[in-house]
């Protein structure tokens, strides 16, 4: 196996680590078993325990936001509530499908009122990308007004998706159903946008 390789084992076997056991059952001992490494492996490729989260918490944030953003390059031109449509239901997929993974990202500002971390930067970097790419098909001319329904948009979507089966009795049905997930993304979409 290649360096390349391993390192990518290593970040994935955490990932899944993050998801099965959440942010605090995280150890590099646990890790390099999964992975099929030993744990000099880790501390040779990414230093500490530390920087290999760091990593994979900035990984995963790119992925759920920026490349699920760019994956619909053309149609946010062409039809941007197609492509917000797409995005949206892509992103509550991914929430629901690592929970876990989501709630680490936001452990520090549950857990300690701070919002001063790297995930709440990139997520409000990404919010003023979303805000720029849909602004024309927000219902409100004040720039304020605008960059709050994106703000509901998201709170909708990362509160449903990390728990899914909050609203489950409530609705009648299960929100991890794809097919819910599409009709729970239509109706947020006819009750937000114009």
């Given at each position: 196996m290649s360096s390349n390789?391993?390192?990518?084992?290593?970040?994935?076997?955490?990932?899944?680590?993050?998801?099965?056991?959440?942010?605090q059952g995280v150890t590099i001992r646990k890790i390099a078993e999964?992975?099929?490494?030993?744990?000099?492996?880790?501390?040779?490729?990414?230093?500490?325990?530390?920087q290999l989260l760091k990593i994979v918490m900035n990984a995963t944030l790119n992925e759920s936001f920026v490349n699920n953003i760019k994956d619909y390059e053309d149609l946010w031109v062409s039809d941007s509530k197609k492509a917000i449509q797409h995005f949206l239901e892509d992103t509550l997929k991914g929430l629901i499908n690592y929970p876990n993974l989501t709630k680490a990202h936001l452990a520090d500002s549950f857990l300690k009122?701070?919002?001063?971390?790297?995930?709440?930067?990139?997520?409000?970097?990404?919010?003023?990308?979303?805000?720029g790419l849909?602004?024309?098909?927000?219902?409100?001319?004040?720039?304020?007004?605008?960059?709050?329904?994106?703000?509901?948009?998201?709170?909708?979507i990362l509160m449903s998706g990390m728990m899914p089966g909050l609203?489950?009795?409530f609705l009648g049905k299960?929100?991890?159903?794809?097919?819910?997930?599409?009709?729970?993304?239509?109706?947020?979409?006819?009750?937000?946008?114009?």
């Open positions: 390789e391993i390192k990518q084992k290593i970040i994935m076997t955490t990932i899944e680590s993050i998801e099965s056991k959440g942010i999964q992975a099929g490494v030993n744990v000099a492996a880790i501390n040779y490729h990414f230093g500490s325990k530390e009122n701070d919002f001063s971390t790297n995930s709440v930067q990139k997520i409000n970097e990404f919010l003023a990308e979303l805000h849909i602004r024309n098909i927000i219902p409100f001319e004040d720039n304020f007004e605008s960059k709050t329904s994106v703000v509901q948009l998201f709170s909708t609203f489950d009795q299960e929100l991890k159903s794809l097919e819910n997930q599409k009709v729970f993304i239509k109706v947020l979409l006819e009750n937000y946008l114009k």
